[in-house]
């Protein structure tokens, strides 16, 4: 007798199998450590927020959050990295497209100020020398947001809501930047218009006849 199924595969490890045992507490750990790291850095900021300073917080040992993470710098891609899923696989009554996703970006933005904050913060330490593992997620970060908003100005351009006079690339990269810069802005003086300078930009992106008629 054998606990292997027909193909010598153990039960636990057949394909579709769900994580159980200690590795299963491993995840689940994991994930309430990046859940938690937001009030604690709402409440230290930047430069206090600490591994160890983390880990008194949500009552995780040191040594746990060096298991799971290694760095500090480790741990803030990683909760960064998680929130950006949740919003992408976040379910919307949206349309799918450019203004769709200005709309969708900038009330995730406001509704959650410290990830706008540790986001930044982020951004900085990465053009610092030596920090070259934030470097490389925000490179690889920035250029497939780049992407995403090539396609949707794209499918703009080609249903007449995009003007087509445009490179694809330099409005894609404009968008970013508009979209940090007024987010700075907005998290330094809630009273700058985070939304209204997006949808003008929206506006100026698109063709001069639509302009024209909305004047």
């Known amino acids: 007798m054998t606990d292997r199924d027909p193909e010598g595969i153990p039960p636990a490890r057949q394909a579709g199998s769900p994580k ?17 790291v937001l009030a604690v850095y709402d409440r230290l900021g930047f430069e206090g927020t600490s591994l160890r300073a983390i880990g008194e917080a949500i009552g995780v040992t040191h040594p746990v959050l060096k298991h799971h993470f290694g760095t500090r710098e480790q741990l803030f891609i990683e909760v960064l990295r998680e929130h950006d899923r ?61 992407g995403k908003i090539m396609e949707l100005l ?19 990269s404009l968008v970013l930047a508009a979209a940090d810069g007024l987010s700075t802005q907005w998290l330094l003086d809630r009273s700058a218009d985070l939304k209204s300078g997006l949808l003008l930009l929206q506006r100026l992106l698109e063709p001069p006849d639509q302009q024209v008629r909305q004047t």
């Not at 491993?26 to 938690?36: H, S």
């Not at 970006?105 to 934030?134: C, F, K, Q, Y």
């Not at 703009?156 to 445009?166: E, L, M, N, P």
């Open 154 to 172: 794209a499918e703009g351009q080609a249903a007449g809501s995009v003007r087509s006079d445009i490179s694809l690339a330099e409005a894609a």
């Open 20 to 36: 159980r045992g200690p590795y299963a507490k491993g995840l689940a750990r994991r994930q309430q450590i990046i859940d938690e």
């Open 86 to 146: 949740r919003f992408l696989d976040a379910p919307y009554d949206g349309d799918g497209t450019f203004v769709d996703l200005i709309h969708r970006s900038t009330e995730h933005s406001i509704r959650v100020p410290g990830l706008m904050a540790l986001l930044n913060s982020m951004v900085a330490h990465a053009l610092e020398a030596g920090n070259d593992r934030s470097r490389a997620h925000f490179s690889e970060r920035y250029a497939d947001l780049r």
